[in-house]
């Protein structure tokens, strides 16, 4: 029973954070399309740097579970995806120094190399997380005694590619209409505007991304045996459409949050169809790290799942009063200058 809780929530957790951490990576990664001028460059800055940071709190607490609940999927995933984590974790500093340190100078030069980092430190873990998240859907080659027998080139195959390409387009959507949002004038015009051109190739990545897992997943194996999982895909769906039904009536924000219900439920979509497995193995179903054999004991679940009952309400609490704080009027003036 405790191992059903944790799964859902370690699903829960990586939705939240690909929902949230989504807008900034997506924002970061359009700065050449969007900003015109040094203002409109500052204005991005200040869309995203408020949140940033509270936003990964969310990725150190989705990793932290899977840690304390399912140690030995923790071991052999970042021993399998050990090369692409790292780059991940070397990208979101890199974005991070880049926010902090862009305003330390008014060079033009050192704000471009600070610029060039952002972009490369948002891209790149959009892209990472997407081929990691397909790879984990497809299944890794582990072996009985839980070692990876694969190699790095061999995680951009194509549906690993395929998923790298969905989570930049769905970030990159989530982002331009999060700016949408949060800026004002021509800036907020573009935004809208780039969030209405990448919306058709969110939908059709999308559709070929759940067509293949047809064919290099057994994730439909869940879906044939229990059909009521087959509103997750629907709603994943539904929520696409409606973003670009919101964003032609000028509904920006209710487009964002349709955009950001369409990245949850693509999560809830990999997560359900995993069940019970965490690592499936691509060589050998027995090897495979499902919620049974991988999990903590029954005593540390327990302790945990009331250590999460009190603390996980106190981050979304805080979380909820930064959002409300820094999207009132006004907030802009008490940020800090990037």
Not at 112 to 132: E, K, M, N, Q, T
Not at 139 to 159: C, F, K, M, R, V
Not at 189 to 215: D, T
Request: hydrophobic letters at 60%; proline letters at 5%.
């Amino acid at each position: 029973m405790l191992e059903n809780i944790w799964f859902a929530l370690w699903g829960l957790l990586w939705a939240v954070y690909f929902l949230l951490d989504g807008f900034d990576l997506g924002l970061g990664s359009l700065l050449p399309f969007l900003a015109k001028s040094e203002d409109d460059r500052q204005a991005i800055h200040r869309a995203m740097g408020p949140f940033w940071d509270g936003n990964e709190v969310w990725l150190i607490t989705a990793g932290g579970v899977t840690f304390a609940a399912f140690p030995a999927a923790y071991a052999a995933m970042f021993s399998a995806l050990y090369s692409p984590l790292l780059l991940l974790l070397f990208a979101l500093i890199l974005r991070g120094v880049a926010l902090e340190y862009r305003g330390q100078s008014d060079a033009p030069g050192w704000r471009r190399l600070w610029d060039a980092c952002l972009v490369l430190g948002s891209f790149l873990p959009a892209l990472l997380l997407g081929v990691a998240f397909a790879n984990l859907l497809a299944g890794i080659p582990l072996a009985g005694d839980g070692t990876w027998q694969g190699s790095l080139p061999g995680l951009l195959n194509p549906y690993g590619l395929l998923g790298g390409a969905l989570f930049v387009l769905l970030f990159c959507q989530h982002g331009a209409l999060w700016l949408a949002n949060r800026a004002t004038g021509e800036l907020a015009a573009r935004a809208r505007a780039l969030a209405g051109r990448l919306w058709p190739f969110v939908l059709l990545v999308a559709a070929v991304f759940l067509a293949a897992s047809a064919v290099f997943t057994n994730l439909y194996a869940n879906y044939l045996a229990q059909p009521v999982l087959w509103l997750l895909p629907l709603f994943a769906v539904l929520a696409l459409v409606l973003t670009r039904v919101y964003l032609a009536r000028g509904r920006t924000g209710l487009a964002w949050v349709a955009s950001a219900k369409a990245i949850a439920f693509c999560t809830f979509f990999g997560a359900a169809g995993l069940y019970p497995n965490i690592l499936p193995s691509s060589l050998d179903p027995a090897a495979s790290l499902t919620i049974h054999n991988a999990a903590s004991s029954q005593l540390t679940l327990a302790i945990m799942l009331g250590v999460a009952l009190v603390m996980v309400p106190i981050v979304i609490v805080y979380q909820a009063w930064a959002y409300r704080f820094f999207l009132r009027p006004g907030a802009e003036a008490e940020e800090e200058p990037y």
